[in-house]
């Protein structure tokens, strides 16, 4: 499973990571029905093996930071899964965190979605304030080695 | 001041009624235990209950409440409009929430979940209400404490022993603690087939956790969970947090409403009416009424989403 090897500046980690598989194979966590409820078959669509459930909490702020990494199982499910508008919406601006990610931002909410290899992840803040944060975290993220 | 106004597509869709008579509820369908004739839906809507940093106003969210119970009820003191939709001073109120997170926030905002307890401590004692969600942790996500103490309002998970009802497959919160049932959802777009993820989305929430995926894909399933005797028996009130809405998978915006009703298929239906104006607005393609609607109404007889049977009541604050 491919995890942060640290947290973000000003983050600490909120709680254990998650872990969820499919329904035939859920982890420690569940299936990914209990992650997401029905939003997951879209990624079960594309070959969603598990997803590692990351959040951070930053206390003076009161704010939090969240990073999902989903193993869809081959790069190209990853790509398929990163094109997909349900799962991606169109309203993107896009970033280089080492990779193309695409950002969302829906104020007080900042968000991205960038792939690795097979992995896609998902990396948000709850204040867009804290959206260099993100962004600088998952640049890390990207370089690291699953 | 507080404008109220038929809405338009209410107006035509009656007007045209005789053109959907093949597709009509057959007159005296009953929506739980009760006559129809117009499934009486209300919006209410504010321009200041919420800014764009999601903050909320408690007192307007405690009015917007209160406006809508009197529009509902016809009864100005809230105490009488909860009367007015079943509620005895000795029933154990559930009130399933929606606490959403993936991508955006959309659960209920706790001040006016807080508006609702309030509203209804004026019939019972807080520690007959009981706000639930599939699990604690779902509810703590969302900021939401557990409490099982015998002070104040309750916050359970269906997962916290309670167990579950093997004929309903049902939490026992639903089909036994309570007496009383208020389905408190989210207006969440999720397309991917199912449109919106409304009122009947939320009570998969109280069902065994085998049966949740079902949910997904299987209309009929879906359609059937509302039929459920003690969620169909015992809902008194159906209301949907718009404060923060998502028009879009994953896109929000602040509508600034809510919606009530007591049919859930005609409040689930101008829920979608209210999304589809908005999809409208930023040109997307409307969503359709879903399968599991006309499923609702027209096998389970849970409700109408005929346009022409839905008195749909906008207030904008």
């Given at each position: 499973m491919f995890l942060p090897k640290t947290a973000p500046a000003g983050f600490v980690p909120a709680q254990p990571p998650e872990y969820f598989g499919t329904e035939s194979e859920p982890l420690a966590d569940g299936h990914i029905f209990n992650f997401i409820d029905g939003g997951g078959v879209v990624y079960l669509n594309h070959g969603f093996r598990s997803v590692a459930h990351i959040l951070y909490k930053d206390e003076k702020a009161n704010g939090s930071m969240t990073v999902d990494i989903f193993d869809m199982?081959?790069?190209?499910?990853?790509?398929?899964?990163?094109?997909?508008?349900?799962?991606?919406?169109?309203?993107?601006?896009?970033?280089?965190?080492?990779?193309?990610?695409?950002?969302?931002?829906?104020?007080?909410?900042?968000?991205?979605?960038?792939?690795k290899g097979r992995y896609l992840i998902y990396a948000h803040v709850s204040d867009d304030a804290r959206s260099e944060i993100l962004i600088d975290f998952s640049k890390q993220l990207f370089k690291e080695e699953p | 001041m507080i404008r109220r106004m038929r809405r338009l597509l209410s107006f035509l869709a009656a007007s045209c009624l005789f053109l959907f008579a093949a597709s009509a509820v057959p007159a005296g369908i009953t929506t739980q235990g009760r006559p129809q004739s117009k499934s009486k839906v209300i919006t209410v809507r504010s321009a200041?209950?919420?800014?764009?940093?999601?903050?909320?106003?408690?007192?307007?969210?405690?009015?917007?409440l209160a406006a809508g119970l009197e529009a509902l009820t016809g009864k100005k003191e809230a105490k009488e409009a909860w009367a007015a939709l079943g509620l005895k001073p000795a029933d154990e109120v559930g009130i399933k929430i929606n606490c959403n997170n993936w991508?955006?926030?959309?659960?209920?905002?706790?001040?006016?979940?807080?508006?609702?307890?309030?509203s209804l401590g004026l019939v019972v004692p807080a520690n007959n209400i009981i706000v639930y969600e599939a699990s604690i942790a779902d509810l703590?996500?969302?900021?939401?404490?557990?409490?099982?103490?015998?002070?104040?309002?309750?916050?359970?998970?269906?997962?916290?022993?309670?167990?579950?009802?093997?004929?309903?497959?049902?939490?026992?919160?639903?089909?036994?603690?309570?007496?009383?049932?208020i389905n408190f959802a989210s207006l969440k777009c999720v397309e991917q087939g199912r449109g919106a993820?409304?009122?009947?989305?939320?009570?998969?929430?109280?069902l065994v956790e085998k049966d949740m995926p079902k949910c997904h894909g299987n209309m009929d399933f879906l359609a059937s969970t509302l039929a459920k005797p003690s969620l169909k028996n015992k809902t008194i009130l159906n209301i949907c947090t718009g404060l923060r809405g998502t028009y879009k998978q994953g896109v929000p915006w602040y509508w600034g409403g809510l919606i009530m009703g007591q049919d859930p298929v005609a409040a689930e239906w101008v829920g979608y009416q209210v999304i589809?104006?908005?999809?409208?607005?930023?040109?997307?393609a409307a969503l359709p009424v879903p399968e599991y609607l006309k499923i609702a109404e027209s096998?389970?007889?849970?409700?109408?989403?005929?346009?022409?049977?839905?008195?749909?009541?906008?207030?904008?604050r």
């Open positions: 199982g081959t790069p190209h499910n990853a790509r398929a899964a990163f094109a997909d508008e349900a799962i991606c919406p169109t309203d993107f601006t896009v970033i280089s965190v080492g990779a193309e990610a695409k950002a969302y931002h829906f104020e007080p909410d900042f968000f991205l979605y960038f792939i | 200041r209950v919420v800014n764009s940093r999601n903050r909320v106003i408690p007192a307007e969210a405690k009015a917007m991508t955006i926030t959309l659960s209920p905002p706790a001040e006016l979940l807080r508006a609702l307890t309030d703590e996500s969302s900021g939401f404490k557990g409490n099982s103490s015998t002070s104040g309002v309750r916050f359970f998970g269906c997962d916290e022993g309670a167990g579950f009802d093997d004929q309903e497959r049902l939490s026992r919160i639903a089909t036994s603690t309570c007496t009383k049932l993820s409304l009122f009947f989305k939320n009570q998969i929430g109280s589809n104006e908005k999809r409208e607005q930023e040109k997307v096998k389970y007889g849970l409700g109408t989403c005929t346009a022409g049977h839905v008195d749909w009541v906008n207030l904008d």
